[in-house]
């Protein structure tokens, strides 16, 4: 895999720089993070968790993976991809965070896409421990990190790329950590994204959103893409991983999942927006 360390972590006690020794990153104030035995750094503080096991459960992220790794979402990958490899290759490593990384599927994509021609300083953050733990078993060249959007363990003015796939998006924090000018890459469902299975498990669905979504605060847009196309599912488990590693499984009543877990087979629309935003300078 064609990635360099990702050298620009920061304490998320006291903001300060960390430094690798050994098998563990270390501030000038003491504070000392260990290299887990799979790989990853918690960088989440105790004090910050809102709950005992934060993010997606190990149910989930198992079903992801399977899912993921059966190549339904692979033309979003693609995409991904193409936005951030797009343009000419620059002289040094370009330093990217996916923000939300989950079991690590697109930050993997990314780093195979680069090839042997472009440098790539990469780290996934999630706020689960399951999926970083997932994630550092199956690519160990790049940093992952368990970490939280609402205070990223990144120094500041540090990255060229942040991804925030399907994540929750701090737009402050993505500021400070993104370079005047770096780029921000959004991926979000859309109106139709999954409709059919919404439409069995909800007596009734929300209306789409009205407008074109603007850039927020220290932003400004650069592009916007739809990216639309079927699937079609003829497995039982694959149904089943589908709803388990979407809130949609927490969401449904009752009756809505056992329609959906009572399907043999299921015809779906995939449907992203993806944006583009530079970090105004």
């Known amino acids: 895999m064609p ?12 903001g300060g720089p ?36 934060p993010g997606d459960s190990k149910a989930m992220v198992a079903a992801r993976r399977r899912f993921l790794g059966r190549g ?19 002289d040094g490593a370009v330093s990217c965070l996916d923000a939300g990384c989950g079991e690590g599927h697109y930050l993997r994509a990314l780093a195979a896409a680069a090839g ?10 999630d706020i689960s421990k399951w999926a970083v733990q997932a994630a550092a078993k199956q690519a160990r060249p790049i940093t992952w990190l368990v970490g939280s959007n609402a205070g990223l363990p990144v120094q500041a003015a540090s990255l060229d790329w942040l ?14 950590v993104l370079k005047p000018g770096g780029q921000l890459l959004m991926v979000d469902p859309g109106p139709d994204h999954l409709r059919e299975l919404r439409e069995i498990l909800y007596p009734r669905l929300r209306p789409p959103r009205e407008g074109e979504r603007g850039a ?23 149904i089943a991983d589908l709803l388990a590693m979407t809130p949609h499984l927490h969401r449904a009543s009752a009756e809505g999942r056992a329609r959906a877990e009572a399907l043999d087979t299921l015809s779906l629309t995939v449907e992203v927006r993806l944006l583009r935003l530079a970090r105004r300078p």
């Open 72 to 90: 339904f979402y692979q033309p979003i990958a693609e995409a991904v991809c193409r936005a951030v490899l797009a343009g000419p290759v620059p």
């Open 163 to 176: 991804l925030c796939l399907f994540g929750f998006p701090v737009y402050g924090e993505f500021a400070r």
């Open 116 to 125: 042997e021609h472009r440098a790539l300083a990469v780290a996934g953050l």
């Open 18 to 53: 960390l430094h690798a020794g050994g098998a563990s990153w270390r501030c000038a104030n003491g504070h000392n993070f260990d290299i887990a035995r799979e790989g990853y750094i918690n960088l989440l503080p105790v004090q910050r968790k809102r709950s005992r096991d």
């Open 216 to 238: 927020p605060a220290g932003f400004l847009l650069e592009a916007a893409e739809t990216l639309r196309y079927p699937i079609h599912l003829d497995d039982r488990a694959d």
């Open 3 to 14: 990635t360099t360390p990702f050298t620009a972590l920061a304490c998320p006690l006291d």
